[in-house]
């Protein structure tokens, strides 16, 4: 896990700050003493960013990812040692967006900085696949990958877990999402958030350019239909389904920190506190009798 006194003071620059992940890490380099600057466009969407005093401390950027002169120009101004590139991807075939002009600026200005980006997974693949991925690149660039990250703040609602809390909490089955697809491997935000900074910290260690791709994964293994009644138990609280756990690699000696279960409970409660004093969408955010019981 990251060495709190590592990132004390320590000066990073992220981008896609006020997503689901960007917004972990935010909070978790906040808890370390970090020096945060967050990479945002005109407007900061609600959530978090205005619930949590703690996000006060970010010294906002206003500016596109894809603008090379804003990214080189926040990484002078605020002398960044480390970037974290977690605006969202495309697809699992291509680069994140923006990562391009990431690289290219963090090159211009200065080759030390270390970057991490996120990206999904390349499949399940579960066998051996936690070995570090080597490429050649002129600075110091690490990719953590995910199966399906959930937690509290997704606006995805198409995504099983948010879609079945939202489901439930409405008390609208017409708004549950369809239920199908491979098995995923499922991993929380604050977990994930925890794995990007160890990696970078790796990164930071070792010195030596080049790419390194490493594949983080919880051993929550479950289908969409198995995790939504998974959701949906433990919402109601009801006896939950059999849960497994399959065996991995633990990644620069990482694991989760939070139960699965107690994952999906504290993503649960802040869409309850979402919902209780917002629109969510094109919904009016009043709950049910039963979701507010």
């Not at 969202?88 to 970057?115: C, E, F, Y």
């Not at 949906?232 to 006896?239: G, L, N, Q, S, Y």
Request: with cysteine; net charge positive.
């Amino acid at each position: 896990m990251p060495d709190p006194q590592f990132w004390f003071g320590r000066r990073v620059l992220v981008t896609g700050c006020t997503g689901l992940l960007g917004t972990a890490v935010v909070r978790e380099l906040l808890d370390r003493g970090a020096y945060v600057a967050g990479l945002v466009r005109d407007r900061v969407p609600d959530g978090d960013y205005q619930r949590d005093r703690r996000f006060r401390n970010v010294h906002l950027v206003r500016g596109r990812v894809e603008d090379r002169f804003r990214v080189q120009s926040a990484l002078a101004i605020h002398h960044i040692q480390s970037v974290l590139h977690l605006v969202g991807p495309t697809d699992s075939s291509s680069l994140d967006r923006g990562t391009a002009t990431v690289l290219s600026a963090i090159q211009g200005h200065d080759s030390r900085i270390t970057v991490v980006t996120a990206r999904p997974l390349p499949g399940l693949g579960l066998a051996g696949a936690n070995a570090a991925e080597p490429m050649k690149c002129p600075i110091r660039w690490g990719v953590a990958s995910f199966g399906e990250v959930f937690g509290g703040g997704d606006r995805h609602t198409f995504r099983v877990v948010p879609g079945t809390i939202v489901s439930h909490l409405l008390g609208d089955r017409s708004h549950a999402i369809m239920e199908s697809g491979p098995a995923k491997d499922f991993v929380y935000a604050v977990d994930a958030a925890r794995a990007c900074l160890a990696l970078s910290e790796s990164l930071a260690e070792s010195g030596t350019p080049g790419r390194s791709v490493v594949n983080f994964r919880s051993g929550w293994v479950y289908s969409e239909a198995d995790m939504a009644a998974i959701v949906r138990a433990i919402a109601a609280k009801a006896p939950l389904p059999r849960l497994t756990e399959s065996l991995v690699e633990k990644p620069l000696s990482w694991e989760p920190s939070v139960s699965m279960v107690e994952g999906i409970r504290e993503t649960i409660s802040w869409y309850r506190d979402f919902l209780r004093s917002r629109f969510f969408g094109t919904r009016s955010a009043v709950l049910s009798p039963r979701a507010a019981a």
